[in-house]
């Protein structure tokens, strides 16, 4: 079965960065595109980006750019978003999300991670 | 690209059917027949309800159903139940690869 599973939590003080990993088991970690969305305490979510995990190419969401880095091991079947200039407006749940129609222009997340909670603060 | 637009809460009483509505702009729902909706328990992930303004994946009941009229898409969920009391997402897809989420509706089954 298809599961995406998260790294832990983390704690930053601001201007830190943050990694977070998402390991795909149960399908072909290269036929699917990973989405990234995030969700600060009482809000809805918020979407990050996405990447190819095919060919490594990534798309974010203007708000991110320059701040956010997403990539990919297939060797491991795991993507990861990387976050910089963290502040306290991070703070908030980082999930990974597959999207189950293999192509890149569709909305069907289909399966989510378990979520991993960041925090920012000094 | 600004957050869809859905009401903050709504309810119902068991048996009822409720409609939540979801209105962007031309850019992104009015656009492309890309909408999905997203139910979410406390504390947990969202699940996949609805894609493609209509479909739903299999395992969820069809007392879920989408539509779209112009620059908004809705929810109807028809025969309530106690398991369906949860917040409600909406999300399209909004050009040059991008998505927008709605805020959010708290549903609330009396």
């Known amino acids: 079965q298809v599961q995406l599973v998260q790294s832990g939590a983390e704690v930053k003080k601001p201007g830190a960065s943050v990694k977070v990993s998402c390991k795909a088991s149960?399908?072909?970690?290269?036929?699917?595109?990973m989405h990234w969305v995030r969700q600060a305490p009482g809000q809805g979510p918020e979407w990050m980006g996405m990447?190819?995990?095919?060919?490594?190419?990534?798309t974010y969401a203007q708000k991110f750019q320059g701040r956010v880095t997403m990539t990919r091991d297939t060797s491991t079947s795991t993507v990861y978003m990387d976050l910089s200039s963290l502040r306290s407006e991070d703070t908030a749940v980082y999930y990974c999300?597959?999207?189950?129609?293999?192509?890149?222009?569709?909305?069907?997340?289909?399966?989510w991670g378990q979520g991993t909670l960041v925090t920012v603060s000094s | 690209q600004s957050a869809l637009t859905q009401p903050r809460s709504v309810s119902g009483s068991p048996g009822q059917s409720v409609t939540i509505s979801c209105t962007g702009t031309?850019?992104?729902?009015?656009?492309?027949?890309?909408v999905s909706w997203y139910q979410q328990h406390p504390g947990k992930a969202p699940k996949l309800i609805i894609y493609?303004?209509?479909k739903r994946p299999s395992g969820v009941p069809d007392r879920f159903s989408g539509s779209k009229s112009g620059y908004t898409a809705s929810l109807t969920i028809s025969g309530l139940q106690a398991e369906d009391e949860a917040d409600y997402y909406c999300?399209?897809?909004?050009?040059?690869?991008?998505?927008?989420f709605g805020g959010g509706t708290k549903l609330t089954v009396l």
């Open positions: 990447i190819n995990p095919s060919g490594g190419s990534s």
């Open positions: 493609d303004v209509t």
């Open positions: 999300c399209s897809y909004a050009g040059s690869l991008s998505r927008v």
């Open positions: 999300a597959r999207d189950g129609t293999g192509i890149a222009v569709a909305g069907k997340l289909d399966y």
């Open positions: 149960g399908y072909t970690l290269t036929y699917f595109y």
């Open positions: 031309s850019s992104d729902v009015g656009g492309y027949n890309y």
